[in-house]
């Protein structure tokens, strides 16, 4: 059975860093691009960050702040989020896309609140 399972959402303070996890169950994990979207309320959902075998990619409002990366052995991908805003709130969620077809696989979201 396909899953992605997210951890690591909460509350944390402005400033504040939290690490979201995305473990893949039930595909060959080194062939998605794995991705981390996010949609916050009363907005589209959006893409935030980006990871291929080898190259990382993201969006302009975290650039600088956030970090993607897989470990291939663990199956996981992870989002390390630093210095938060308000802005950041949200439910974040973990996606793979296949590299040879047009499968694609949602998890079901973990929540992201950054408020004092």
């Known amino acids: 059975q396909v899953q992605l399972v997210e951890s690591g959402g909460g509350l944390v303070q402005p400033g504040g860093s939290l690490r979201l996890s995305c473990a893949a169950l039930g595909f060959s994990f080194s062939d998605y691009v794995m991705r981390w979207y996010r949609q916050a309320p009363g907005k589209e959902r959006e893409l935030v960050a980006a990871?291929?075998?080898?190259?990382?990619d993201y969006s302009d409002s975290v650039k600088g702040r956030f970090t993607i990366s897989r470990d291939n052995a663990k199956n996981t991908v992870y989002l390390q989020m630093n210095n938060l805003k308000p802005e950041d709130t949200a439910v974040y969620y973990c996606?793979?896309?296949?590299?040879?077809?047009?499968?694609?696989?949602w998890g079901q979201g973990t929540q992201v609140t950054v408020s004092s």
């Open positions: 990871i291929t075998g080898g190259s990382t």
């Open positions: 996606n793979a896309l296949s590299y040879y077809s047009a499968r694609i696989y």
